[in-house]
């Protein structure tokens, strides 16, 4: 199953970190992991993604285990514009197309 | 530099019409890939273009096709329209074919079709 699994909600206080945590146990040696997020209405943005190292940019952290089952996307200091639906996806090897779960909906609160 | 753009942003077709949706990708992307975004079925591909073939599809019937031009530009055509074909259809583009190589996608904002 090339799916991965979220938690369908989260919480977040604003100016606090977001962790956005994300299974993927089945993902291959080089499948590459890839965030994106999607405001209201808009088409989704790309956050982040990674293969085997933890990686940083200006919007986010991804930090991945040794074992490449999971990852954790952090957001350092949410605000109340990333409020929004994340999603985690594997880049499958052969497929060349991104499969989207259904995603997890942080809230960031005031 | 410019983003990915769509056009229309919005439409309504009746049952049984055929609608055409553009797409121009950003400056320097070769690779053109097409999504639907219903609630019920959330974020789907449909196909992806790179110089003017289609590379890969997803599992959509015929009526839905496209094409890419030589400068990159994609339509995306459905025939013999359904009310279930009501959706957020969205482009991205990227470098070079994802899969290929990290390549992250950038998505425009959008066509909304409803068919009534």
């Known amino acids: 199953d090339a799916k991965t699994t979220q938690p369908p909600s989260m919480d977040c206080a604003e100016g606090r970190a977001a962790n956005l945590p994300c299974n993927h146990s089945?993902?291959?040696?080089?499948?590459?992991v890839y965030w994106y997020r999607q405001i209201h209405s808009q088409g989704p943005q790309y956050i982040i993604h990674?293969?085997?190292n933890n990686e940083t940019n200006e919007m986010a952290s991804l930090i991945i285990t040794e074992d490449r089952k999971s990852s954790t996307l952090i957001l350092p200091h949410a605000t109340l514009r990333d409020t929004a639906v994340y999603y985690c996806?594997?880049?499958?090897?052969?497929?060349?197309?991104?499969?989207f779960g259904a995603g997890t909906i942080l809230r960031v609160k005031s | 530099k410019a983003g990915v753009t769509q056009t229309p942003r919005y439409l309504i077709k009746t049952r049984g019409q055929q609608v055409t949706l553009s797409c121009s990708p950003i400056?320097?992307?070769?690779?053109v890939s097409w999504y639907q975004q219903t609630p019920g079925q959330g974020l789907q591909f449909l196909f992806e273009?790179?110089?003017?073939?289609?590379?890969n599809k997803g599992n959509f019937p015929g009526r839905f096709s496209g094409r890419q031009f030589s400068n990159s530009r994609s339509e995306m055509n459905v025939s013999t329209l359904e009310l279930g074909d009501s959706a957020l259809y969205l482009c991205?583009?990227?470098?070079?074919?994802?899969?290929?190589?990290?390549?992250?996608?950038?998505f425009g904002p959008g066509t909304r079709l409803t068919v009534t």
């Open positions: 991205a583009s990227s470098w070079g074919r994802v899969g290929q190589g990290a390549y992250e996608q950038y």
């Open positions: 273009y790179f110089s003017e073939t289609q590379r």
């Open positions: 990674g293969l085997k």
């Open positions: 400056s320097g992307h070769r690779s």
């Open positions: 996806m594997r880049l499958m090897e052969y497929g060349n197309k991104l499969v």
């Open positions: 089945t993902i291959s040696g080089n499948e590459y």
